[in-house]
């Protein structure tokens, strides 16, 4: 090997990509990026509560230029949000969480040296590896949980991503709302210390709600003889009354739980509040509190599905996918 390709060799770096598809053979990605399957061996302690780390793969992305760390960023929160499926009720059909997304905020070191990697032949990367030029997205399951499956180009898809933050006012909302729902989805594995429950309930809510248009307004003003107000406008119904109506009305304790949240830093350990009601006596408050808890979580994951098909459509719609 001629010494300027040994030394190309020792300088390339690539980015490590946790997930459970990996291209084919190697994948331009474009504008000079490739992303390919490799065979990584995981520190224990990332995966190690995740019930799914027998089926986590591996890729790597070619470092590129100077703007990579940002376009890796990106690429994470992309991949984890095309490639996760729905849940439907209590029945799990997918990852809790992303295994992307976990990694990427796990590891002590997520680029490294090419020659260090184990790069998988081209077609020779196992059953989970598929063609990236028809990326297979779930959007739903119908009542046989059969999956609802579209395909699109992946470069394509992921460069729309990318230019959403730097596109108009609507798109960059939508580049946001992706990145919170991401967030929201992983907050409990990625937050070891603070793992409020209700916090991914009250993003949630807060996505959900910047899908809304606000209430429409009262064509009628008022002067209020308490306080002394004047030409005082308001809407023909709340906010929450708009929300629960658009949404339904058995997320009401959710809105309450997100009020407490974010205006009176309320705070709900899943397992402390288990262990609490375990060791209470009267059997009837036993009964409450855990019902209590089951709608809490399950209506959780209803917020987190609904807010995921909304704007995963959305996207979609941009990218024109494939079928």
């Given at each position: 090997m001629a010494k300027e390709q040994l030394d190309t060799l020792l300088t390339k770096r690539s980015y490590i990509i946790a997930t459970t598809k990996v291209p084919k053979e190697t994948y331009e990605l474009g504008s000079g990026y490739t992303l390919r399957a490799i065979r990584y061996r995981f520190p224990g302690e990332i995966f190690n509560e995740s019930l799914f780390k027998s089926n986590i793969l591996s890729m790597a992305l070619s470092e590129g230029h100077n703007e990579s760390w940002d376009l890796y960023n990106d690429?994470?929160?992309?991949?984890?949000?095309?490639?996760?499926?729905?849940?439907?009720g209590n029945t799990m059909?997918?990852?809790?969480?992303?295994?992307?997304?976990?990694?990427?905020?796990?590891?002590?070191?997520?680029?490294?040296?090419?020659s260090t990697l184990d790069f998988l032949p081209d077609n020779d990367?196992?059953?989970?590896?598929?063609?990236?030029?028809?990326y297979p997205v779930v959007i739903g399951m119908n009542a046989e949980l059969q999956p609802h499956?579209?395909?699109?180009?992946?470069?394509?898809?992921?460069?729309?991503?990318?230019?959403?933050?730097?596109?108009?006012?609507?798109?960059?909302?939508?580049?946001?709302?992706?990145?919170l729902?991401?967030?929201?989805?992983?907050?409990?594995?990625?937050?070891?210390?603070?793992?409020?429950e209700y916090m991914p309930t009250s993003f949630n809510i807060a996505i959900l709600d910047s899908l809304l248009r606000w209430p429409k307004k009262c064509k009628q003003v008022?002067?209020?003889p308490k306080c002394g107000g004047e030409g005082l406008k308001h809407y023909v119904e709340s906010w929450s009354v708009h929300f629960l109506n658009h949404y339904g009305k058995q997320f009401h304790k959710h809105l309450n739980d997100r009020s407490k949240t974010f205006h009176h830093a309320a705070y709900l350990d899943f397992f402390e509040e288990w262990d609490r009601i375990g060791a209470l006596v009267d059997l009837d408050q036993v009964?409450?509190?855990?019902?209590?808890?089951?709608?809490?979580?399950?209506?959780?994951?209803?917020?987190?599905?609904?807010a995921r098909v909304r704007l995963l459509t959305t996207f979609l719609r941009m990218c024109q996918p494939n079928d």
């Open positions: 690429l994470v929160v992309f991949h984890s949000f095309i490639s996760s499926e729905p849940r439907l059909i997918s990852y809790p969480e992303s295994p992307t997304y976990i990694f990427a905020e796990r590891a002590s070191q997520v680029l490294v040296n090419d990367s196992g059953n989970s590896a598929i063609d990236f030029e028809r499956t579209v395909y699109v180009n992946y470069a394509n898809a992921f460069w729309t991503f990318n230019r959403l933050k730097a596109d108009s006012k609507k798109n960059k909302k939508l580049y946001g709302q992706i990145q729902w991401e967030f929201a989805r992983n907050f409990a594995s990625i937050h070891r210390i603070y793992t409020n008022y002067d209020c009964k409450k509190d855990f019902d209590r808890l089951e709608q809490l979580m399950f209506g959780a994951e209803d917020l987190e599905q609904m």
